[in-house]
Nanobody, 115 residues
Framework: QVQLVESGGGLVLPGGSLRLSCATS????????MRWYRQAPGKERELVAT???????NYADSMKGRFTISRDNAKNTVYLQMNSLRAEDTAVYYC?????????WGQGTQVTVSS
């Protein structure tokens, strides 16, 4: 079955960096777009970034220039490099894949940006 496992979250100072990973299994990873979402306390889940099977990417406006999504098809893993982190980036970050009408989510990884 499809499995998504995020890692790499933690506590970081404002202006710092983190690299999130999402290891996947149970599907043909290279064939599917992958997405990172995040959900801050009391807020709705929002789309952070998308990477398509061919490698093209899209970002939410507030992440452009600070976050970079990438994928390693040999490792069935998608990454999110986050630089210049701000307090408002504090959230649980989830990776996501859609197959037809079915959506799959990981368990999430907590990112806390605080001094």
């Amino acid at each position: 079955q499809v499995q998504l496992v995020e890692s790499g979250g933690g506590l970081v100072l404002p202006g710092g960096s983190l690299r999130l990973s999402c290891a996947t299994s149970g599907f043909t990873f290279s064939s599917y777009p992958m997405r990172w979402y995040r959900q801050a306390p009391g807020k709705e889940r929002e789309l952070v970034a998308t990477i398509r099977s061919g490698g093209s990417t899209n970002y939410a406006d507030s992440m452009k220039g600070r976050f970079t999504i990438s994928r390693d098809n040999a490792k069935n893993t998608v990454y999110l490099q986050m630089n210049s982190l701000r307090a408002e980036d504090t959230a649980v970050y989830y990776c996501n894949v859609r197959q037809s009408s079915q959506e799959y989510w990981g368990q999430g990884t907590q990112v806390t940006v605080s001094s």
